[in-house]
């Protein structure tokens, strides 16, 4: 009776133990993502990426293209009709031009409104070097996304907005984000699913991409043609042009 006693306490530690061992803190998650897309190394060498390819939005179509460079450098540009909308960040000023709306001059963006290209600005990603950039992590456990197993990687930006990731439990690559920012005392939330991941540098990036507000099953649908890394591109780029009237503040007096 003594040995079958031992037998099934040894059995139970096992499978007490077998969780336990299983278990991941919130940084080996996010070193195990950081090595899925390529490791620190080569994701590093990246100096800058220009990302080509096509916006899908119900029966909306657009050419889409997107520069960054580093240290915290980001353009974007939706193309229709031969008309461009840009939105920039050179690392301080944030700046637009949107001609859709018969706005052909440049503007500066509040606070709230360059957020976004504030993180997309950073070229290794939020979650590379989180907490020097001031951010928090938090693991959430698993959750499962289209049948996927997922860790849920929660992070909280300095600036106090929320990032969700889904990363496959298998491969660590992420799959999808939840975001919630605070736009105006307002809470904004959106979803974005990523797939058709591929090599560039050495660096895996998502070829295709779909985001929307969360519970809006109309997506913004983005199908990547071409990524280009370490090309010379023009800082010029991401600098706000001088508008007419700061260009000839005395209007045009001789």
Same mark, same amino acid.
């Given at each position: ?76 540009? #939706?193309? @229709?009709?031969? =008309? ?7 690392? $301080?000023?944030?700046? !637009?031009?949107?001609?859709? %709306? ?59 907005? #929320?990032? @969700?990731?889904? =990363? ?7 799959? $999808?984000?939840?975001? !919630?920012?605070?736009?105006? %005392? ?69």
């Amino acid at each position: 009776m003594r040995r079958i006693f031992l037998m099934v306490a040894a059995v139970a530690a096992v499978a007490f133990m077998a969780p336990v061992a299983a278990a991941q803190t919130v940084d080996e998650v996010i070193a195990k993502n950081i090595e899925a897309r390529g490791g620190m190394e080569k994701i590093r060498a990246l100096k800058t990426i220009r990302t080509l390819g096509k916006l899908n939005a119900g029966s909306f179509r657009a050419a889409f293209q997107q520069e960054n460079s580093r240290p915290d450098s980001v353009r974007k540009e #939706v193309t @229709i009709q031969g =008309l461009t909308q840009i939105r920039a960040y050179d690392g $301080k000023t944030g700046w !637009q031009v949107s001609p859709f %709306g018969g706005r052909k001059d440049p503007q500066l963006l509040s606070a709230d409104d360059m957020k976004d290209l504030v993180v997309d600005a950073d070229v290794d990603g939020p979650l590379v070097d989180y907490k020097q950039k001031g951010h928090t992590a938090e693991l959430l456990g698993h959750d499962s996304v289209e049948g996927t197993d997922c860790f849920k990687v929660k992070l909280t930006l300095k600036n106090g907005d #929320v990032r @969700i990731y889904y =990363l496959d439990a298998d491969s660590f690559m992420q799959i $999808k984000l939840k975001t !919630q920012t605070m736009v105006r %005392g307002t809470l904004e939330e959106r979803e974005t699913l990523y797939g058709d991941y591929d090599q560039v540098n050495g660096v895996y990036f998502p070829f295709a991409w779909e985001s929307g507000e969360k519970g809006d099953s109309n997506r913004v649908k983005i199908v990547v043609e071409k990524i280009e890394a370490n090309t010379p591109i023009d800082d010029k780029l991401y600098t706000m042009p001088a508008t007419k009237a700061a260009a000839n503040p005395a209007g045009g007096a001789q």
